[in-house]
């Protein structure tokens, strides 16, 4: 075991040992002591709790360990498959009718973005959350059959709560080390995550809508954070933990917006 998973352990007390953090990560390409330095970053950024970050990791699981769906269903859903990130940027709204035509295209969606989905009539196919996002098309995602890949973190435990039991479809998520039925696929924000985990569930090819790297806030990504250089400076982090990942990236990457990141293609006017 690495030095960064010994330290994790020590510090928190916890009761994982080698061979269940060994079964967690069975299927994901990102392990914890390569994804362990950034998330110390961004915790000394921003003031993060590690401890309140893994005891929402077990609240989650607890909630879930009994009806939970299996991780290998949306592996299936995913591997080989053309995929849509999609955010709920400033261009989000633009992008509407490019994301109705992209009929053969999985469409995994963060939080916010899942309003605009619904509203105009497009199922999402996963959705990707820390509940964030207005809880009643949430709901409705789950209702149309979506896979709601939910994220705890130290700040949500009272949404998890009020929220967890009336989804369904969930796998869950962390940012810290995994427990059982929660799972750590990297990133940050809602929308980087989307990316990270359809590159951990081997997909063809990851398009990013929507996402613009941009403080605006839109009538879809409201969420808690309305200060603009908080805002930022997350998204500033997501966009530089997505230039990591390209590099290493067995998908092939584009992304449909006026943002540049590096190792993303352009993909412009392509039709899908």
Known sequence: MSHYKLMH????????NKQSIKNHFAIL?????????????????????????QNAAYLLSRMIVRRSIDIKKLEKKIR???????GAGPSLEENIDFIRRSKKHVKVVADGAVEALIKNKIKPDVVV????????????AGKLGAIMVIHAHGDNEDALTNLVPKLRNIIGSTQVMPVEKVY????????????????????????????????Q??????????????????????????????KRSKSMLFINSRTRIKG?????????
């Open 9 to 16: 352990i020590q510090d928190f007390n916890t009761k994982t």
């Open 29 to 53: 390409w990102v392990k914890f002591d390569d994804w362990f330095p950034y998330y110390q970053e961004i915790r000394n950024e921003f003031g993060y709790s590690t401890e309140k970050d």
């Open 80 to 86: 080989g498959r053309d995929v849509l990130a999609i």
């Open 129 to 140: 959350s820390d509940l964030d996002g207005n809880p009643t098309f949430l709901k409705k």
């Open 184 to 215: 750590n696929f990297g990133g940050f924000t809602d929308g980087d995550r989307c990316v990270f985990m359809a590159e951990e569930m081997g997909a063809k090819s990851i398009v990013l809508v929507g996402m613009d790297f941009t403080d």
């Open 217 to 246: 806030t839109t009538k879809y990504s409201k969420g808690k954070t309305n200060n603009e250089k908080i805002k930022g400076r997350k998204l500033k982090q997501a966009k530089r933990l997505l230039e990591i990942l390209s």
């Open 264 to 272: 993303f293609a352009k993909l412009g006017s392509m039709k899908p």
